[in-house]
């Protein structure tokens, strides 16, 4: 008797991708791109199956952190020029 064949692995590729999209289209929080990356970069050493959904899930979750960071460095930066704007004003 033969054992079953398995399907290959490819939980982490998949759900790397998923985190990517819903990050970029429903603009989760800040962790879930750290989660997803994590994932991506697990799945590219673990499941040879899901290297491309790994792959995109990668990209699509730096994207998403990119546009985190761009966004608290413009609040961070908005926030110094109203303190600067406040305390040269003369007031």
């Not at 033969?2 to 429903?26: D, K």
């Not at 600067?84 to 003369?90: F, M, R």
């Amino acid at each position: 008797m033969t054992a079953p064949a398995t399907a290959p692995r490819t939980g982490l590729g998949t759900a790397s991708l998923v985190l990517g999209i819903c990050s970029l289209l429903a603009g989760w929080t800040f962790f879930a791109p750290v989660v997803g990356l994590c994932l991506g970069i697990a799945s590219r050493s673990r499941e040879p199956m899901a290297r491309g959904r790994a792959g995109w899930g990668i990209l699509l979750n730096l994207v998403a952190l990119a546009v985190w960071i761009l966004l608290v460095a413009l609040l961070v930066a908005g926030g110094v020029f109203a303190v600067w704007q406040g305390a040269t004003s003369g007031r």
